[in-house]
């Protein structure tokens, strides 16, 4: 453990080290805070500047290539080695509520720098998609009145999201002369605005025992929350269970979910073999072969159409639900929300103007209150993305979409979300397990100029009021505007988790 970036507690003061002095680096003092920001029982020292760009990093220490311990250390020793923190050790939504708690008093105090440091700052998180899809749920259920945009450094295995707004997708580098630089792409960056997708699932709770239908743990942070629903919850079912979350780049279900649960369940049990990026892409292409994604595997059997598995239902204008039509040959559908997929890929592409009338489709923006629903029957299909103008299947943009999962082909199926895969049970023939997602609001993030996702805004003709998804946060209630990522929907610590199954 790194003294100074990882403890106990968040800002614990067994953890403080001196100040970083950024009078010896004019550049490092536009990103720095001082220690008092974090622990108000420290005496104040103002600086006698105010940073333009302060910063607070986290940093997943098991993403990608494990490299993250290293980075960490970085930052560490170039800014105050209070604002890093490794999130193996520090929840991010107890570190945030904390920082916002001491800055909002401090400006109510009267203190200029704190107010400033509230206006002004950016949070960077380095990690996998799963780790930035995290971090994003924790700022959104945090309801700030000021949202601090997000940087995301790509130091997992596909890093969708930080190449979606021009960060690339391989880690920008560990040394401090690599970090300076990212640094300075940070200071220059632009504010986007990206919708948020929230997710329901409900599941009828097995008839014989009192557990849980299915492990929390082996659900993705996004959705890690699963405290049970309350008794007021229109949701709330008897014999149901219900659990919530929150997504910004892609969820699906299938092939690739599979092959990508497949990689996951390895590199947790064989951690030292996935200390390369470029190693565990290769494993990630052969889990593929091995999982039956390139040809039918008579050896998984779940591995067959998404029409046996499930019910699809979209939402085109409000309240309006019609059944969507999926070919028989496809096994895997993805709900996109950013334009890059499987390493950089875009599944959606760009309709021609012909489809664009006759199938009312319109070109991905990450701010239209709209899903790009598409499908692929393989792992051959996918490789269509690679030539100019290739696309999967393209099913149809919504504003809801939901899944009447069944058990059919498989006791299971494999689902995603933002890179974190898990394998969800089917139980009886007559119950069933639904998956709902709605456009819930929007996130700030920051983006380069190298940024491949669109906002409507960058067009000359602007969306009607249909396509902006506004209203959709009109039907819920307080408690349901969360994505599951904050204490509110965390198992409480006197539940036993080990009589969950």
């Known amino acids: 453990m790194i003294l100074g970036c990882a403890s106990p507690g968040p800002f614990s003061a067994g953890c403080r080290m001196d100040d970083f002095s950024p009078e010896k680096d004019e550049f490092l003092k536009e990103f720095y805070i001082p220690s008092y920001i974090f622990l108000p029982e420290l005496p104040t020292r103002h600086p006698s500047f105010v940073p333009s760009c302060p910063v607070v990093v986290f940093i997943n220490t098991k993403s990608g290539g494990q490299l993250g311990s290293a980075l960490l250390a970085t930052y560490c020793n170039l800014l105050n080695k209070l604002q890093a923190f490794n999130l193996e050790e520090e929840a991010p939504d107890k570190v945030l509520h904390k920082l916002y708690g001491n800055l909002e008093k401090l400006k ?3 203190d200029h720098l704190a107010a400033e440091i509230l206006n002004r700052l950016r949070l960077i998180v380095a990690g996998g998609d799963g780790t930035a899809s995290w971090l994003l749920g924790v700022v959104c259920d945090l309801k700030l009145a000021r949202p601090p945009p997000i940087i995301t450094v790509p130091l997992g295995t596909g890093n969708n999201i930080p190449f979606s707004f021009g960060w690339g997708m391989r880690n920008p580098g560990i040394d401090c ?16 605005k990206i919708d948020s997708w929230h997710i329901i699932m409900r599941m009828q709770v097995p008839k014989e025992g009192s557990c849980d239908p299915i492990l929390p743990l082996e659900l993705p942070h996004a959705m890690h929350a699963f405290q049970r629903v309350s008794e007021s919850d229109s949701l709330n079912m008897e014999g149901y269970q219900t659990f919530r979350g929150g997504f910004w780049n892609y969820f699906s279900i299938g092939m690739d979910a599979q092959v990508s649960y497949a990689f996951h369940y390895k590199r947790k049990n064989y951690p030292e073999k996935f200390k390369n990026q470029l190693a565990n892409q290769r494993t990630y292409l052969k889990l593929g072969c091995t999982q039956g994604w390139f040809c039918t595997s008579l050896f998984h059997p779940t591995s067959r159409n998404v029409t046996c598995l499930a019910k699809v239902k979209i939402m085109k204008k409000t309240g309006h639900w019609e059944k969507l039509h999926i070919p028989n040959s496809i096994r895997s559908v993805v709900c996109l929300n950013l334009p ?9 592409g760009t309709p021609d103007k012909k489809k664009q009338r006759d199938r009312d489709l319109t070109p991905p923006f990450v701010d239209d209150g709209l899903l790009e629903v598409v499908g692929f029957k393989d792992g051959w299909h996918g490789f269509v993305l690679l030539a100019p103008g290739g696309h999967g299947t393209r099913l149809a943009q919504a504003r809801c979409i939901q899944f009447k999962f069944r058990k059919g082909a498989g ?3 494999y689902m995603r979300i933002d890179g974190e895969p898990w394998k969800q049970p089917l139980l009886q023939d007559k119950d069933k397990v639904v998956v709902e997602i709605s456009h819930l609001g929007q996130v700030s993030i920051l983006a ?27 039907s819920y209630s307080e408690e349901r505007k969360k994505f599951g990522a904050a204490d509110a929907f965390r198992y409480y610590d006197d539940i036993d988790r080990t009589c969950i199954s």
């Open 411 to 413: 006791d299971h199926a």
């Open 448 to 474: 380069t100029d190298n940024c491949i996702a669109k906002s409507v805004y960058d067009v000359s003709t602007q969306p009607d009021e249909e396509s902006t998804s506004e209203d959709s946060d009109n």
């Open 108 to 110: 109510s105090n009267g």
């Open 177 to 192: 002369q690599s970090v300076k630089s990212f640094l300075e792409q940070v200071m220059k960056a632009r504010e986007m």
């Open 340 to 348: 890059s997929f499987s390493g950089g890929l875009n599944p959606w």
